[in-house]
């Protein structure tokens, strides 16, 4: 995402309720669902024709108005929450909208996105755990990636056959590192690399990167990198 896209995202909106007033509870679970860092609330008293009000399911005479300011990027799911507990699509529901901001206070802004990018921090490590452990449980087997300075491929090769994989893909290239990183792990900037992947049942994984990380390893003249991923779905692998 390009940084205009990003701040376009976070561009504060007011989203506005009006409800009626029976329906405040399952509003506010809606929006502690959602963790909203302001809302304002009031009643009201609807001016518009009865006829109208019928259409919006809004009969009766008190009104719940609520007003929730958040970024742009959060309102598609506060509505779906919000329908979700109230059904504002059927009759009787109530209405909701989106307005943009074209002005606000600069500390108010900075909390709204703060809280903002931090709740988005925190769903995306909650995602990303619930899919992993859905990979983990369903997976039956491991890509292994190793990456080693250039002529060590078939030392990884045999290693990991010992350990009991049945070969892998190797391919060539270069591996370009910041400053930083090369001091870090005491590498060259820049280096020829042998790439390999492969690919074992999930059982075998514990042993086969146990035996690589041994044989041409960071700590041993392959300067080896060596990572597992679980595979989703396979064809053509066999047990």
Wanted: net charge negative.
């Amino acid at each position: 995402m390009t940084a205009s896209l990003a701040d376009k995202e976070f561009a504060p909106r007011i989203v506005l309720f009006i409800t009626r007033e029976e329906d405040g509870h399952r509003l506010e679970a809606a929006l502690d669902e959602e963790k909203l860092p302001i809302c304002y609330q009031c009643r009201g008293k609807g001016t518009a024709p009865s006829e109208m009000l019928d259409i919006f399911g809004l009969s009766g005479t008190t009104r719940l108005i609520t007003a929730v300011l958040l970024p742009r990027w959060m309102v598609p799911e506060l509505l779906d929450t919000a329908e979700r507990r109230l059904s504002l699509r059927q009759r009787g529901g109530g209405i909701a909208l989106s307005i943009p901001i074209v002005g606000m206070q600069n500390p108010i802004y900075q909390m709204l996105n703060t809280q903002a990018r931090e709740e988005l921090a925190a769903k995306m490590k909650e995602r990303t755990e619930q899919d992993m452990a859905e990979l983990h449980k369903h997976s039956n087997h491991v890509a292994i990636m190793v990456a080693v300075a250039s002529g060590y491929s078939d030392d990884v090769i045999d290693a990991a056959r010992a350990a009991g994989a049945k070969g892998g893909t190797v391919i060539r290239g270069r591996r370009r590192n910041s400053e930083r990183m090369s001091h870090y792990l005491g590498l060259a900037m820049q280096e020829e690399q042998e790439f390999l992947m492969i690919v074992v049942p999930r059982e075998k994984k514990p042993e086969v990167l146990a035996a690589v990380n041994a044989a041409c390893g960071l700590g041993s003249e392959a300067h080896g990198i060596v990572i597992a991923l679980p595979v989703e779905d396979a064809i053509g692998l066999e047990g």
